[in-house]
């Protein structure tokens, strides 16, 4: 029986497309995008033609796109690159519900002295828009840093409410849109955000290549020495062969249709609700990506249960990939105002573009039949069931 991946918020597999373009521009154009020969020249052009495809993707310029490794290293030059550039502000406003990338480079700040205010979550997953501005005082504030799409719920926060109050008060603000592309449309000449990430594996590029858009006139400067690529603003070869991959995957993502994924999870959540006693859909009052869907099932634990189905050829994740290993209960579920017990309990199902109704339609009995297993092997029940 073929494995049915519903992982995609870890991880898309890659789009053969991409795979394609990546093998060719390994062959063609591996040069040094630096170098000032032909061979580099042909690699640069690659880097170019991936940063046009971003800009015309988000109606932004694609000078004001930089190449990175990848949605952790964006962050990072998002919010080291603006803080540097805004002293003497010393505070930094997240939300709690920030990637662990997020929460670590915050970390490191505040070890370094500075103020950081972490807006909580509502109990629908998603950060207060209100909060937030209440947080970003002008004469404090060096920069918001916050997360778009969660990537465990797939909450969506309203990042419209907050961009442009932000900028007319001249405080520079970072979105951590890295499950957004592809998924959500992330128009950037409406959303007037200063920098925006973005992790190119989300949407069926390789591992290894991501962006960061800084918007003209952001105050950010260069926050990792190297050389004087990306016009000095970011040091390191460029991965050619990841942005011409990062082009075409772009290219497909942008014009994707979900209708049909959103009609398969409309039917798994309705079937997890119906088959599993006690089942809530987390999230499930906010807007929410399309693709993701996170269910507490009381009393299953999900660490035995994320087994037990991928035995069965599901493919399935408890919480974020990150943070799988910790067995610590999910930041975010429990900023949501989940007891520990219920997080430990937590399924994240994530599909992509080419989900079928059939895979979901197989997942659902054995999930149910699983979860039924699982309780009733569990030395320590859900005290509410
Ligand atoms: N931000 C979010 C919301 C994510 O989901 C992830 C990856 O899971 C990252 C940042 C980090 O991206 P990358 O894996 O490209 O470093």
Redesign the pocket.
């Known amino acids: 029986m073929e494995r049915v991946y519903l992982d995609w918020?870890?991880t898309a597999p890659p789009l053969p497309e991409a795979v394609e373009a990546v093998a060719r521009a390994m062959r063609e154009e591996w040069g040094n995008a630096s170098s000032l020969h032909e061979e580099g020249r042909r690699a640069s052009a690659a880097a170019e033609g991936a940063r046009q495809v971003l800009a015309d993707w988000t109606c932004t310029r694609a000078i004001e796109w930089i190449l990175t490794s990848?949605?952790?290293?964006s962050?990072h030059a998002a919010v080291l690159g603006c803080a540097r550039a805004r002293g003497p502000r010393r505070r930094l406003v997240i939300s709690a519900g920030e990637?662990s990338?997020s929460l670590g480079v915050a970390r490191s700040l505040e070890d370094e002295g500075w103020e950081v205010v972490r807006v909580g979550l509502g109990s629908d997953g998603t950060w207060d828009p209100e909060e937030v501005l209440e947080a970003c005082d002008p004469a404090k504030t060096a920069l918001a840093s916050l997360?778009w799409a969660?990537?465990e719920t797939g909450a969506i926060s309203d990042a419209g409410a907050v961009a442009a109050e932000l900028r007319r008060r001249r405080v520079p603000l970072h979105l951590?849109a890295?499950?957004c592309f592809g998924r959500i449309p992330v128009d950037l000449s409406g959303l007037p955000a200063a920098m925006v990430?973005l992790?190119a594996?989300k949407f069926g590029a390789p591992k290894g290549i991501?962006a960061l858009f800084v918007r003209q006139g952001t105050p950010w400067s260069r926050w990792m020495q190297g050389g004087n690529q990306e016009r000095s603003r970011r040091g390191g070869t460029v991965n050619g062969p990841g942005a011409a991959g990062m082009a075409v995957a772009a290219t497909i993502a942008g014009a994707q249709d979900w209708s049909e994924v959103l009609r398969s999870r409309g039917e798994l959540e309705i079937g997890i609700l119906a088959g599993i006693p006690g089942a809530r859909i987390v999230a499930s009052g906010a807007a929410r990506l399309p693709n993701t869907s996170c269910v507490v099932l009381p009393g299953a634990d999900s660490a035995t249960l994320l087994d037990r189905l991928d035995a069965r050829g599901f493919a399935v994740a408890s919480g974020?990939?990150?943070t799988t290993g910790i067995a610590e209960p999910s930041h975010v579920l429990v900023a949501m105002g989940i007891p520990a017990h219920e997080a430990h309990a937590t399924l994240r199902i994530s599909m992509g573009p080419n989900t079928k109704g059939g895979d979901v339609r197989r997942f659902l009995p054995v999930l149910v039949q699983e979860t039924a297993a699982v309780r009733s092997r569990s030395t320590n029940p859900d005290p509410t069931l």
């Open positions: 918020n870890a990848g949605g952790t290293e962050i990637h990338c997360i969660n990537n951590d890295v499950q990430s992790s594996h991501g974020s990939a990150c």
